[in-house]
């Protein structure tokens, strides 16, 4: 026979939840005129293709910058210190550096020791990811409290005479914090994630340089390949149709209809992709939320700030079934269930 708090814990370790919710994003806005000063675009060919009007950019700040100004907030919306944590995972491509990791760092930030800390490699998909880890370390250790936050400077990797590529990406932070307890009715339970790969059509997205397959020697320029390099159209069609068969597949796993959904948060890389993956779901464009318009494509911090803005908007209210879907290099993909 367990002690009572062991049965206690044993129980709560089906039930995870998502306790607070931040996001923040640099001032400085980059408007698509602005682009059509500094690369052969224009606003109309932006709006079109991609729903894009404007993008927040870094004037300074790092990427544990942002994690930080996310985090502090997701944490004062869970009521919680940020000793508390137990553990900080932070979804990047852009780290401040290798290492150490940003993970690392943001618990420096924070002014907090002896917590475990990594960083999630999982591009885009990287704050989906964490959650799923975030959901294994709970079952292992029901007491955990989890940092999850996605923090990137896209425009660190971005090659600004590259107009293919250039116009898609902008900076942000966004943050959640994980909890096997919950705190007040205003909570969302994850109720599941699924995430999933194929490192075989890798290679339609690429930052490679830096990496140790592509390395510079000191004082060697560095080339195109350290910035992002993309097949649009390949991305595309994978995007639109990885992230509708997945959330079909969760759906199905919980024996859900697109009907019960009431808000369907995708990775905001492109207003075309998001409303096709609302159709192939059968979910009206009403339910669906977007802002890429005003943040562009923020990578791994896409999601947990939608989340949070959606939360703080009112757009997913008390009650509603949240179907967040996610798509990024890798090729990675996913996709999580909250229950408001
Ligand atoms: N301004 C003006 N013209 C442009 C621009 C631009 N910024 N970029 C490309 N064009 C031109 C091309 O040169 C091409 O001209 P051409 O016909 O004379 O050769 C024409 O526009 C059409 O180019 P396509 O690449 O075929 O345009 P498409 O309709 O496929 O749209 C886009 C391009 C927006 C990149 C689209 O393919 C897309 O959104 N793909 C997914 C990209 C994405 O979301 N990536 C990130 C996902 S993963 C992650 O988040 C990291």
Same mark, same amino acid.
């Given at each position: 026979m367990l002690p009572a708090r062991k049965q206690e814990l044993a129980k709560m370790s089906n039930n995870v939840y998502i306790r607070g919710l931040g996001h923040h994003v640099p001032e400085k806005i980059l408007t698509n005129r602005d682009l059509e000063k500094i690369v052969d675009t224009n606003d109309d060919w932006i709006t079109s293709r991609t729903g894009i009007s404007s993008r927040h950019i870094v004037d300074g700040q790092t990427c544990v910058d942002l994690a930080y100004e996310s985090s502090m907030k997701a944490l004062q919306n869970a009521g919680m210190?940020?000793?508390?944590?137990t553990h900080i995972l932070v979804a990047t491509?852009?780290?401040?550096?290798?290492?150490?990791a940003t993970a690392c760092l943001l618990m420096e930030r924070m002014g907090i020791r002896n917590k475990a800390a990594m960083d999630v490699a999982a591009a885009c998909s990287g704050f989906v990811y964490g959650l799923e880890v975030a959901r294994a370390l709970i079952a292992l250790h029901p007491d955990a409290k989890i940092l999850v936050c996605g923090s990137e400077i896209v425009t660190s990797r971005?090659?600004?005479? #590259?107009r293919s590529t250039c116009v898609l990406f902008g900076d942000g932070a966004g943050a959640a914090v994980v909890t096997g307890e919950k705190n007040g009715d205003k909570n969302g339970e994850l109720l599941d994630v699924m995430v999933s790969a194929d @490192? @075989?059509?890798?290679?339609?997205?690429t930052v490679k340089g830096g990496g140790s397959a592509a390395s510079y020697s000191l004082g060697e320029k560095v080339g195109d390949e350290y910035f992002i390099q993309m097949q649009g159209r390949e991305i595309y069609k994978h995007a639109v149709r990885n992230m509708s068969s997945i959330c079909k597949k969760l759906l199905e796993r919980h024996g859900?209809?697109?009907? #019960?959904?009431?808000v369907l948060l995708p990775h905001q890389a492109n207003q075309r992709i998001i409303e096709a993956v609302g159709k192939k779901l059968s979910i009206p464009v009403e339910r669906v939320f977007a802002n890429v318009d005003r943040f562009g494509n923020t990578s791994a911090a896409s999601i947990p700030i939608a989340l949070s803005e959606a939360r703080e908007n009112g757009f997913?209210?008390?009650?509603n079934l949240v179907l967040v879907t996610t798509f990024g290099g890798g090729l990675t993909w996913g996709a999580s269930l909250i229950q408001y």
């Open positions: 210190e940020p000793d508390e944590l491509f852009t780290g401040d550096m290798p290492v150490p971005v090659n600004w005479e #590259d @490192g @075989g059509i890798g290679m339609a997205l859900y209809t697109s009907e #019960d959904v009431d997913i209210k008390d009650g």
